[in-house]
């Protein structure tokens, strides 16, 4: 064996080595230790757990869903979380795109015209030039912080999703509450209209 192979093999096996290494631990979830009064299986849960999406409907009133349904496309805060939701998507999209190569492409056009004040002036004429060029790079992902930094996007594009899902139950329990308000104020209208056309009569 050739004295000059070893050391490659052995730069070789460390780029390897390194390359199996990621910048800190996996993220894991904590483990709460509950009573067993208060465990219960994910399947208990799923079977128990009301359908929150449109609770509002068991009312069976179409004021109040046309009312929900306006504040959801009208409301501002609901805009803001759904560009939250995009710029997450995003920034994720970008994260992601530090996997793949970098491609570079150049371009260029001059035309080109000698002058004929020139010894050579007479044998002096016009042409065109045409460049191009494409350039490739990319970066091994040694210690995983591309890894890291998608895991991390990913995350934060889930959190956008689950706050804009927030302030939409948020808007539609401001929106269900003044309404039933204002129906209750309608009926002790109506009651108190009543109890004067009783009193005159």
Not at 95 to 120: H, K, L
């Amino acid at each position: 064996m050739s004295p000059l192979r070893l050391p490659h093999r052995a730069a070789l096996a460390v780029s390897f080595a390194v390359a199996a290494c990621t910048v800190g631990p996996d993220y894991e979830p904590p483990q709460l230790e509950l009573p067993a009064s208060f465990r219960e299986t994910n399947a208990q849960l799923v079977a128990t757990s009301p359908d929150l999406s449109s609770w509002w409907r068991q009312f069976q009133d179409p004021t109040l869903d046309l009312l929900i349904a306006r504040a959801g496309r009208q409301n501002l805060d609901i805009g803001e979380a759904l560009a939250r939701i995009a710029e997450a998507r995003a920034l994720r999209g970008a994260a992601q795109a530090e996997f793949a190569p970098n491609i570079d492409a150049v371009a260029a056009y001059q035309r080109r015209n000698d002058s004929r004040n020139t010894p050579f002036g007479a044998f002096s004429f016009d042409f065109d030039r045409f460049t191009a060029g494409l350039e490739a790079s990319w970066e091994i992902d040694l210690f995983g912080y591309v890894r890291r930094s998608v895991e991390a996007a990913t995350a934060d594009l889930a959190a956008q999703i689950e706050a804009a899902r927030a302030v939409l139950v948020a808007v539609a329990a401001e929106t269900a509450t003044n309404y039933v308000q204002l129906r209750a104020l309608q009926e002790r209208l109506a009651i108190a209209r009543n109890n004067l056309e009783l009193q005159q009569q």
